[in-house]
Nanobody, 118 residues
Framework: QVQLVESGGGLVQPGGSLRLSCAAS????????MKWYRQAPGPQREWVAS??????NYADSVKGRFTISRDNAKNTVYLEMNSLKPEDTAVYYC?????????????WGQGTQVTVSS
């Protein structure tokens, strides 16, 4: 059984910073792409950033403010968020492509709330 557990969300003032973490645990042979998504109230989940090997990509809305990184030894992905804006308020989810003895599967974390407000 594989689990992704996010942490680091909270309430922050506009212009502030937060660092999210997402740790994968369980039966893991290897982890491919790791991604962050977010979902504000409503049905749409928005892709935020991804990291595959050393290659990173970002949504235009967060480029220059957010940084995604990973620690392969810890099976953990991070999202450093700076210059936060009220429109960054959302539940943030991590997503990972994980290979184990069941083959390649895709997993979601449970989400962590980020609220940007004065």
């Amino acid at each position: 059984q594989v689990q992704l557990v996010e942490s680091g969300g909270g309430l922050v003032q506009p212009g502030g910073s937060l660092r999210l973490s997402c740790a994968a645990s369980g039966s893991i042979f290897s982890i491919g792409a790791m991604k962050w998504y977010r979902q504000a109230p409503g049905p749409q989940r928005e892709w935020v950033a991804s990291i595959t090997g050393g290659i990173t990509n970002y949504a235009d809305s967060v480029k220059g403010r957010f940084t995604i990184s990973r620690d392969n030894a810890k099976n953990t992905v991070y999202l450093e968020m700076n210059s936060l804006k009220p429109e960054d308020t959302a539940v943030y989810y991590c997503h990972a492509a994980i290979r184990n003895n069941d083959g390649l599967k895709y997993y979601w974390g449970q989400g962590t709330q980020v609220t940007v407000s004065s």
